[in-house]
């Protein structure tokens, strides 16, 4: 229902962000997540940020899923 | 850091098993999100599941639950020679009662496709002498970008810029089928992305109210198996509770900027839902501020007749009560380049997904 | 609304499914022959004794100029490609020009500099023309035409009918290249400048692998439609199926991302420099060696193989392991939200 | 105002002057090699051993359906026309459509069937094919481009290089039908229901002469710019003179009254079914006669003679008993009042 | 009732015969008219006079006649977005100070060639939100069209059609040549259809004032032949009359409606002649009554600067005191495809008209 | 300086005339000559009828340049 990218900004200009996701960059607006920073990592839909990505949790994701093998190992 | 291949199959491998070995009884899981039904699809997940865990879509394609009615007073502004309508490319193709943006576009409809409901405001800057018609459709998601660029507008001073809002809110949808007598499901994987600016609050009468298991869920095929292992796991283990597998993206509380920006601008109301009807405070309205916005309140319309298409199932599509391959016209009288009703139109439509990607076409060895 | 297309919209020319309805309600039946009903890249017809391959495209392209090529560029590899794809070598060329009343002359004598390098690039020679120009808005800017005339590369015999299952499937390249630079603009999006179109006379290639592989079964460049609706041409014409390796597509992380942001999948993108080829597995190492030694080909890879089933449909493994159905286009990508 | 032409104007599409010189500063420099440079209607080309022709040409005709025939009608017969002016039997054409989207299905049914007639009429097939559709307002309606390959007439030898002073200059009806019929709905004026396009296919005809009469030096329709156009290129070419008698040229009343309100020559006219025929005049009165036996061509007559002089133009005898230069078309025809 | 191509032939021979043997020194005869000019060489008649019947051309192309400022202020008009511009397609290529209409015209304008101004109305009529500019040129024969076309808009209440009017009177020209010191014209061709609705008496000062024999000629090359023999007549037998050739069109007394119609509309005034600069009383502007359809009142334009071609000598072809091929440009830098004055550009140009048919370029032998 | 065609008015309807030249029609405006009737010829120019011809004085031309042959002798 709504598709959204991960995409990290590199530049910010009050209300606007310039953002890259692997190399392709696009302006978009942070109206709707005022606080996010250079070099934050944020999901973009529709031309606007609309949340930040908490990359210790996605590193924790990618992780269990790495180690998941082991679990399926032993059950 | 990213998964290898042969990482990313291993852990499919590792919840595929996990969730044969624990499944007991037929279940009916409904994927609330369109965008999840396209991911199940795409990476062919129901195959690699077992025969009693049934997935069904739900209500969750803001294409396919916009009714006839907002499509035919959309093409109706497109025919009027002083407008010039601005729509994400999703809405083109699907069919109101008698036509569509697209062909109204082929007769010579001045119809923009944007991505950023943003980009509105160049083009009515640059067409004084137009209104310039943003069709606002979208859930949680989508509803605050509208609401930003109509502050955005007001800011600019253009006065005409106009939005025709359709904008829907999923908990009171939600509810409607939990609610309904008619329709069981066991488990619900949650919009990811709504939830990202809503936060986990609205959906935890699901599971406390209903007793029903959900997971707010991502997007990767990995974290969708990750979430039906941990519905399986709650059923199997009797319990009803709202997890989250999308730490990364949703916070409990959301997006607070984005909300107030939302409701600073919109206000719950009424909204009809194609299988649904009117469900109260499900959709969103412009506030009294800001209904010098309003398409159909700056430019009102005679009446618009509408209909919906005979025959079409799209309503019992929408509820998780059937599949799209159980109503007589898929695939025969229904297809994508003919189709009968929304469902088969939208990318994210039940009907199209299970068309494009071979579900009720092909027997899959 | 269900009833025939009573208009002719977009979609009919996206090379997807409502392009084959309307080839196959409107034009075939009118034309039918058997050169044509054949429905290859161009047709292979005999005149004089000769066995010719002939082929056409007009190019529309829009921008007109964009990285990696132009409109020019284009309407000679284009047509060069589909020459080569019938197993021919491109020998002429025609080239019919429609100009918009106020098209700067240097924008045309641009695009012709371009067609003059890629016809030298492919050793072809443009023989005949024609141009003509309407009035201002009768048209948007420039529109080509090329049509071409190859002779038949003598025991090779590239047709669908002889697809069969067991034979590899092999594609030059990274997928999507051309579609991507070309939309660039579109949208506020920044490409990288290495993300170029693809846009190359693969002749040349073409012909080293029908020497060295005269058993190649068949080509295609994968264009308008992308590799996903060539790939169902291929199945529908030969009656086979084909499945592909999620893994084994090669497509640029920059591409990926464009298709993520505005809802796009690579496998439906225009590629104007990329040929998918078939070929019995024995045979596929030394075409790929062949591909592989040539610079347009230097990522060529194995990305699926022919089956008997899905008959007539292409299917795609994924990489958690799971199986879905790859459809012709149909109508055509646009830009989404959901 | 003295400076290189800045963007391209109607009259570069007019095939007149402006039109030749586009050809030659842009499009001839550019692509140069013999079979081009020969600027013929067609390129006479080699291939596999069989000597071929190969022409094509953009149709943009507006409005599309007009008295006697379409756009559809006219692809066919302007690309089997100019084959046949190469002495070439056509064989094969190619179709590629530019359709504006929202364009009524019917009628590209409708100009497709037509094709499909005329086709078959010029006993040719239609083998390989495209079509585009870009947006509304990107084109207008529909533009056609026909190539097409024909083999060359054994025996025949048709280039002005073979144009020699003493020859007959022959045509084979009534001027500048064509160019009234469509331009009929314009500026109010209405024409008997007689006077429609010619266009026609006249290979079968040009065959039949070739046949008889090998000897014949040169062939052209004089389509875009006219018989005076025509004439100017083949004198050029050749570098002889042509004389006309004004009193000879076939020009029907009707014509002539068009002309005479907006104020164009008839002999700037485009034709789409009639040809200029250049043969010694001792087989002159055998081509008129084998020409008049042929629906097509029952009014063919002499219309003038090959000179020395004027070197590489044409003149016109008048009926007064004066001689005046027939230059060719700069720019277009324009209706006017002075 | 037609001349068989053999009857025109002797008739023709009859003629130049005739001149041939009375004309005993060397003479000038201009024709005024355009027209004539073109009817002359498109029938080769040059060819047939002797060397000792020098044929001038005068001031009798409207376009030719009409200056740099008029064309500049068209292209400035037509630039606007506010407005279209309807147009005898003569005017089209005819240069500028910088550019031409057709240039415009390839760069979107919106201009239309129009056979009669009358087609102008329903333009006006369809594009209320325009000012649709008719751009009046043209001498006694065309000013009333355009007069008329004035009234029906009137009548038909259309307050957005315009008229830049730049129209002519012959007569004034013709006195400023007869009364110049260094032309001299031994016969005059007066122009047909001018007269057709001015009757003969304006141009009887011609023969009266000046002695100088004048014929008023109809278009046929027969017409000219036996205009310039009765020329060639008057002046062997010394005579100075005013004779009418075309009797079958030019009444004594013109067409009175037509001149009542252009005086309703119209008021002479002064007008800018190439070639001849400012001429009293030869020009027409629109009457008080009238003033709001002229453009240039409605909307008025900055100045508009403009310039002649330099080393163009357009001026005295005009005045019919050089041939084109006297201009060193003529065909060289100067051609209709890169002209350098309008009169190699209008079809009744001097220049384009002497090139187009051969004179100055090829020796008929 | 001014292209006009002579034309036969075949109907008129107030102050339209419908003419033929050559079986060629058009209309015309009949506001500068509005006492032409059915059948007359009349010169046209830019939509509209300038003048009437007068039938007898074309004939008187044309049988005077038929019969010049005449006097060519003669003289
Ligand atoms: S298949 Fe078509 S008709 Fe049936 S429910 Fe889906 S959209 Fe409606
Ligand atoms: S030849 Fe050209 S430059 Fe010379 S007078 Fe004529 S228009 Fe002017
Ligand atoms: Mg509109
Ligand atoms: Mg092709
Ligand atoms: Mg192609
Ligand atoms: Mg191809
Ligand atoms: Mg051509
Ligand atoms: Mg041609
Ligand atoms: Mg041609
Ligand atoms: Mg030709
Ligand atoms: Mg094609
Ligand atoms: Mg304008």
Redesign the pocket.
């Given at each position: 229902m709504c598709l959204a990218v991960p995409a990290q900004i590199t530049e910010r200009s009050e209300y606007m962000a310039t953002v890259t996701v692997s190399g392709v960059t696009r302006q978009v607006s942070l109206m709707l997540l005022p606080e996010a920073a250079v070099g934050d990592y944020v999901l973009i839909h529709a031309g606007f940020a609309i949340q930040a990505i908490d990359e210790a949790e996605a590193r924790r994701t990618l992780e269990l899923f790495k180690e998941l093998e082991q679990y399926a190992v032993d059950s | 850091m990213r998964l290898t291949a042969e990482e990313t199959a291993r852990a499919a491998a590792f919840f595929t098993e996990g969730i044969a070995r624990r499944v007991s009884r037929p279940v009916r899981l409904m994927e609330v999100c369109g965008t999840h039904t396209v991911a199940i699809f795409r990476s062919g997940i129901r195959q690699l599941l077992p025969a009693s865990v049934e997935l069904v879509s739900g209500p969750g394609c803001p294409v396919c639950v916009t009714p006839n009615e907002y499509l035919d007073t959309a093409i109706a502004y497109s025919r009027r020679p002083d407008t010039i309508i601005t729509t994400f490319g999703d809405m083109l193709k699907v069919p109101g009662s008698e036509s569509t943006l697209m062909a109204q576009k082929a007769r010579g409809a001045d119809i923009r496709i944007v991505y950023s409901p943003l980009e509105s405001l160049p083009v009515a800057r640059d067409n004084p002498g137009k209104m310039v018609i943003f069709l606002a459709v979208g859930f949680e998601t989508t509803a605050p970008t509208a609401a930003a660029t109509v502050l955005q507008a007001e800011q600019q001073g253009l006065d005409n810029f106009l939005v025709l809002s359709a904008h829907k809110l999923v908990p009171p949808a939600l509810q409607a089928i939990l609610a309904a007598p008619d329709g069981k499901v066991d488990g619900f994987l949650l919009p990811g992305h709504a939830a990202a600016i809503s936060g986990l609050e609205p959906y935890r009468f699901v599971a406390e109210t209903y007793q029903v298991p959900a997971v707010v869920t991502g997007f990767e095929a990995l974290d969708i198996l990750q979430a039906i292992y941990i519905l399986i796991e709650q059923l199997a283990g009797g319990k009803a509770e709202l997890a989250n597998q999308y730490r990364r993206v949703v916070k409990p509380e959301g997006n607070p900027s984005a909300r107030k920006i939302l409701e600073q601008v919109y206000q719950p109301a009424a909204a009809n839902w194609r299988g649904f009807g009117g469900i109260d405070g499900s959709g969103l309205a412009l506030r009294p501020e800001y209904r010098h916005f309003d398409a159909q309140t700056r430019l009102p319309l005679d009446n618009v007749v509408t209909r919906e298409?005979a025959?079409?199932?799209?309503g019992?599509?929408l509820r998780g009560l059937i599949v799209?391959d159980a109503?007589p016209?898929?695939?025969r009288s229904?297809t994508p380049e003919q189709?009968?009703?929304?469902?088969?139109v939208s990318v994210e439509?039940?009907?199209a997904v299970w068309y494009k990607y071979g579900q009720g076409r092909w027997t899959y060895a | 609304m269900h009833k025939k297309q009573e208009q002719i919209l977009l979609g009919h020319g996206s090379g997807g499914r409502l392009s084959h309805d309307l080839l196959k309600s409107i034009i075939l039946p009118a034309f039918s022959n058997p050169a044509l009903d054949e429905l290859h890249d161009g047709a292979r017809v005999l005149a004089g004794g000769a066995s010719l391959a002939f082929a056409t495209d007009s190019y529309v392209v829009k921008p007109r100029f964009f990285p990696g090529g132009d409109i020019g560029k284009l309407a000679v590899c284009g047509t060069v490609n589909d020459l080569a794809m019938c197993g021919a070598v491109p020998l002429y060329l025609s080239a019919g020009f429609i100009l918009e009343e106020g098209l700067p002359a240097a924008e045309l004598e641009r695009i012709v500099a371009s067609m003059r390098l890629a016809a030298r690039e492919a050793g072809v020679q443009i023989v005949t023309g024609d141009t003509k120009v309407v009035e201002k808005g009768a048209v948007d800017g420039i529109y080509i035409n090329t049509a071409g005339i190859g002779l038949l590369q003598p025991g090779a015999d590239i047709t669908a009918k002889r697809v069969k299952p067991g034979q590899a499937v092999i594609v030059s390249g990274y997928l999507g290249d051309h579609a991507i630079a070309v939309m660039s603009e579109r949208h506020g999006l920044t490409l990288p400048a290495k993300i170029v179109s693809d846009c190359a006379p693969l002749n040349k290639l073409i012909q080293a692998m029908l020497t060295e592989v005269p058993a190649i079964t068949m080509l295609r460049d994968p264009t308008r439609g992308g590799l996903a609706t060539t790939l169902n041409e291929i199945a529908g014409d030969a009656g086979v199926g084909i499945i592909l390796e999620e893994s084994l597509l090669p497509v640029r992380p920059e591409v990926q991302a464009v298709c993520e942001i505005l809802g796009f999948d690579p496998l439906y993108l225009a590629n104007e420099g990329k040929v998918v080829v078939f070929v019995e597995k024995e045979y596929s190492d030394k075409v790929l060696t062949i591909m592989r030694q040539h610079p347009l080909a230097g990522e060529a890879c194995i990305i699926g193989s022919v089956t008997e089933q899905p008959a007539g449909q292409v299917a795609l493994k994924t990489t958690v392991g799971g199986l879905r159905l790859l459809d012709m286009l149909s109508g055509e990508q646009l830009p989404r939200i959901c």
């Open positions: - | 298409p025959g079409c199932r799209c019992e599509v799209p109503c016209h898929f695939g229904c189709p009968v009703g929304a469902c088969m439509g039940a009907c | -």
